[in-house]
C-alpha cells in the first residue's frame, strides 16, 4: 500500500523523498486494527542544547491532529501517526506516511540544520 513515487520501501521501513533533496525514513507497523507510522526525529546528541524543546513539543502535540512527537525510552524525539485500517486506501496510508516524515523532517531541520534521519 506504500508503493507510490517517491517512496522507497525496504522492509517495514519506508523512506520518503522530497522535492528539496531531502528525505526521511519512517517505519509502518502493522496491528490488527491499524497502521502505526514512526519515525526518528533527532537523537540526543543532536537536541542536546536546544533550549525550551519539551515545551516546544508540548505545545505542538496540543494542536496537532496527524502527527505527534515524543521522547523514547533512549531519549530520542520520535514522530507518530496512525491510521484506522477500516476503509483504508493505499492513498490514505501513503498521505499519513508522507506526512509523519515530512513534520519528521521539518522538525529536524529547525532543530539540528541537517537531514541525518
Do not use: Y
Request: aromatic fraction near 6%; hydrophobic fraction near 45%.
Amino acid at each position: 500500500m506504500c508503493a507510490a513515487t517517491r517512496m522507497e520501501i525496504h522492509g517495514d521501513e519506508v523512506v520518503v523523498q522530497f522535492e528539496n533533496a531531502r528525505e526521511h525514513r519512517v517505519r509502518v507497523v502493522e496491528t490488527p486494527d491499524t497502521f502505526e507510522i514512526h519515525a526518528i526525529v533527532a537523537r540526543v546528541a543532536a537536541i542536546r542544547d536546544v533550549a525550551d524543546l519539551k515545551p516546544r513539543i508540548w505545545r505542538h502535540n496540543r494542536a496537532s491532529q496527524l502527527v505527534s512527537f515524543r521522547f523514547d525510552a533512549r531519549g530520542r524525539l520520535t514522530a507518530q501517526g496512525w491510521v484506522p485500517k477500516a476503509g483504508l486506501t493505499p492513498e490514505e496510508l501513503q498521505l499519513i506516511v508522507r506526512r509523519v516524515a515530512a513534520e519528521s523532517d521539518r522538525l529536524e531541520f529547525i532543530l539540528t540544520g541537517k537531514d541525518l534521519e
